[in-house]
């Protein structure tokens, strides 16, 4: 069970300093130790590099876009739907779509850690687990946003989630205007792992 | 009393860096191999995801503040290998092993990586605790912060809505209460909610009338409120 150490006696201050240097002390002691396959880190760095990141959430909305039952269902079960999709798994487990609407805009944040969806948006971004978006984003996300180049109408709410148990969310951002003729894989190209944060908004082309 | 880690609403923190769509997902060969590492630790079983999240908040303050993201993995993976007697303090001073494991048997070898990763971990659990609160009740969570079962323990409710009005807005389920998972002391599962805050409940100077945050808050954080 995790306690407190007193500073100068804690497990981490026995490793290097240099960073790069403590993992890799890490990674040599435990596989030594027969308890890690260093072939498996590469897999796994790779898997979230080149499998599992934001275009599978890109698909997810793009889908719900042009399918109303397949909306429907998305913001009824969303880890029913998304499972089916094939895009169950780690820190992906409880999810909750929320849609942004012309009186609402939703962003989500992790104040107390760094919890994201990554089945759907894969590793999150520096940014979003920085202390700077973590303190600021429930007190003040219109600062937030403007940071990120959003402002939006004055009379529209904003709802900043704040992922506190294994609920991870998703925000199905806004179709934009004039992209009525886009099929779905055209209009997975304009979504951007910021609109399903919701620290930003979809474009038209 | 809080912990370091629960910085909502915090001031002083200064502007924020949007990173381009298409930054690396690792800026370092090294975070990708702490993600990794902390990943492939994990699979022995030796703790569950409220112990590992416990274990980087109990890092000392002045050291949480000054590390980057995966420097505190680090850290707080150095703790958890210890405490659970996986590795001992005298092979990470000297940076190798000393004497055999028992948990080799538990090694998730690279073939195994892609189903590991897509089973997931599920925090649902049958409980016996009845659904106290329906969609539109209004409560109040706990107006002192805090673990109820370990002094300084791990808890979710967020120092920010200590003592808060809000409206329940969904029902979850029946969920592990990481305030007994992360110090073993079982899953006690019990109803967890979406619950809204205004922003006029939570803040001196609200930035909107209409604005909200929603929190995921386990039954026993909250009471019933008219």
Redo the contacts between chains.
């Keep these: ?5 007193a ?1 100068h006696d ?3 201050t ?3 300093s240099d ?2 240097l ?9 596989t ?6 260093p ?7 790779e ?3 080149t499998k ?3 275009r599978n959430g890109a698909h997810v909305v793009a889908k719900a876009w042009t399918d109303p039952a397949f909306k429907t269902a998305l913001l009824k079960d969303a880890t029913a739907v998304v499972s089916e999709m094939g895009y ?7 999810m ?1 779509v929320v849609e942004n609407t012309d009186e609402v805009h939703n962003i989500v ?1 992790c ?4 919890c994201y969806p990554w ?1 759907l948006l ?2 999150p ?3 979003y ?8 984003a ?7 946003l403007a ?2 180049g959003v402002t939006l109408p004055s ?13 991870r969310y998703l925000v199905l951002p806004q179709r934009p205007k004039g992209t009525d003729g886009m099929a779905e894989a055209a209009l997975m190209d304009l979504i ?3 609109s399903m944060i919701g ?1 930003g908004l979809v474009s038209a082309p | 009393m809080s912990r370091v ?15 381009a ?1 298409d ?8 975070h ?6 902390t ?3 994990g699979a ?1 079983g030796k703790w569950n ?1 409220d ?1 590992s ?8 303050p ?2 949480y ?1 000054s590390m ?4 505190k993995w ?2 707080g ?7 659970a007697k ?2 001992t ?1 005298e ?3 000297q ?3 000393i004497g ?2 028992d ?2 048997a ?5 073939d ?3 189903a ?9 659990r049958p409980s016996d605790v009845p659904v106290g609160y329906s969609v539109g009740d209004m409560v109040r969570t706990r107006k002192i912060n805090g673990n109820r079962h370990v002094n ?1 323990g791990h808890t ?3 120092s ?1 809505a200590v003592g808060a009005l809000g409206r329940i807005v ?1 029902i ?1 389920g029946t ?2 209460l ?1 305030d007994s998972s ?3 002391l079982g899953d006690a599962a019990e109803p ?1 909610y ?1 619950v ?1 805050f205004a922003a006029s409940e ?2 001196a100077d609200p ?2 009338p ?9 039954q026993s954080y909250l009471s019933a409120a008219t």
């Design positions: 069970m995790p306690h407190d150490h500073d804690h497990p981490h026995l490793l290097p960073p790069a403590r993992v890799k002390a890490l990674e040599t002691i435990l030594q130790k027969g308890l890690i396959d072939a498996a880190l590469d897999e796994i760095i898997t979230y590099e599992i990141g934001p169950y798994g780690r820190q992906g487990e409880h909750i944040v104040t107390l850690c760094s089945p894969g590793i971004p520096t940014w687990k920085s202390d700077a978006y973590r303190a600021r429930v007190r003040e996300p219109r600062k937030v940071e990120f009379d529209m709410a904003v709802r900043v989630w704040d992922s506190t148990a294994e609920t951007s792992r910021d620290t | 880690h629960d910085m909502g609403g915090r001031f002083g923190d200064g502007a924020i860096v949007p990173e769509e930054d690396p997902v690792f800026h370092a060969d090294w990708g191999r702490a993600l990794a590492v990943l492939a630790a022995l995801i112990i999240r416990h274990g980087r908040e109990c890092l000392p002045v050291d503040a980057s993201y995966y420097e680090m850290a993976l150095a703790g958890l290998l210890v405490d996986v590795l303090r092979e990470l001073a940076g190798r092993a055999s494991s948990l080799t538990k090694r998730m070898d690279a195994k990586v892609a590991v990763l897509a089973s997931g971990g599920p925090a649902d300084g979710r409710l967020p920010y969904m979850q969920h592990i990481p992360a110090h073993r967890l979406a809204a939570l803040w930035e909107h209409k604005d909200e945050v929603v929190l995921d808050l386990w």
